[in-house]
């Protein structure tokens, strides 16, 4: 699987952005899908993920009502809507797939196989 993220960009607070991330492939609806996020000096971290059978979705707590991650198994896309910006969203954001992660795993870098080159986004105060 080949992912590919796009719609970062520079916003200001307040404002919203959407993310995408295309997977190639025909097996698409057969991967858990997550955001990640990583700014400068920090280590990546979990911002939300939706399962590959009944969708159910995860947010971290800092994004939580803010954020939602969504798919169309039939475009083999992954998107988060982001709204309410805030300056301590800027990070660079990866999509990751996972064939096979069970619950507890699944805000854990490692749990993923497959991971997007990355899309910046940057918040402006």
């Known amino acids: 699987v080949q992912l590919q993220a796009s719609g970062g960009g520079l916003v200001q607070a307040g404002g919203s952005l959407r993310l995408s991330c295309a997977a190639s492939?025909?097996?698409?609806?057969?991967?858990?899908m997550g955001w990640f996020r990583q700014a400068p000096g920090k280590e990546r971290e979990f911002v939300a993920a939706?399962?590959?059978?009944?969708?159910?979705?995860y947010y971290a707590d800092s994004v939580k009502g803010r954020f939602t991650i969504s798919r169309d198994n039939a475009k083999n896309t992954v998107y988060l809507q982001i709204n309410s910006l805030k300056p301590e969203d800027t990070a660079v954001y990866h999509c990751?797939?996972?064939?096979?992660?069970?619950?507890?795993?699944?805000?854990?870098?490692?749990?993923?196989?497959?991971w997007g080159q990355g899309t910046q986004v940057t918040v402006s105060s």
């Open positions: 990751a797939a996972a064939l096979g992660v069970i619950l507890p795993m699944i805000r854990i870098p490692s749990s993923y196989d497959y």
């Open positions: 939706v399962r590959r059978s009944l969708g159910t979705t």
């Open positions: 492939g025909r097996t698409f609806s057969s991967y858990t």
